[in-house]
Nanobody
Framework: QVQLVESGGGLVQAGGSLRLSCATS????????MRWFRQAPGKQRELVAA???????NYADSVKGRFTISRNNAANTVYLQMNSLTPEDTGLYYC?????WGQGTQVTVSS
């Protein structure tokens, strides 16, 4: 059974930082491309960042230079370090690989 469990969300003031974690089980994590998506109220889900098994990363233009995706293969966990947060970063953040999704963790940035 595949499980992706996000954590680390919360309420933060603009300019602040959060670090999201996604702990996985039931997948071969070391060979999996991992992604973070987010969905703001009334908007479509969008890709925020991705990291391949080899460590290649890519980011949405809106978060480049502020967010960093990383992975720990020994811990089967992927992270999203988010700095210089703005209210536009508010949303439900999801971890994904292939067809598997976590339940999401809420990030709220106050102005």
């Amino acid at each position: 059974q595949v499980q992706l469990v996000e954590s680390g969300g919360g309420l933060v003031q603009a300019g602040g930082s959060l670090r999201l974690s996604c702990a996985t089980s039931g997948i071969i994590f070391s060979i999996s491309t991992m992604r973070w998506f987010r969905q703001a109220p009334g908007k479509q889900r969008e890709l925020v960042a991705a990291i391949t098994s080899g460590g290649t990363t890519n980011y949405a233009d809106s978060v480049k230079g502020r967010f960093t995706i990383s992975r720990n293969n020994a811990a089967n966990t992927v992270y999203l370090q988010m700095n210089s947060l703005t209210p536009e970063d508010t949303g439900l953040y999801y971890c994904n690989t292939l067809i598997h999704w976590g339940q999401g963790t809420q990030v709220t940035v106050s102005s």
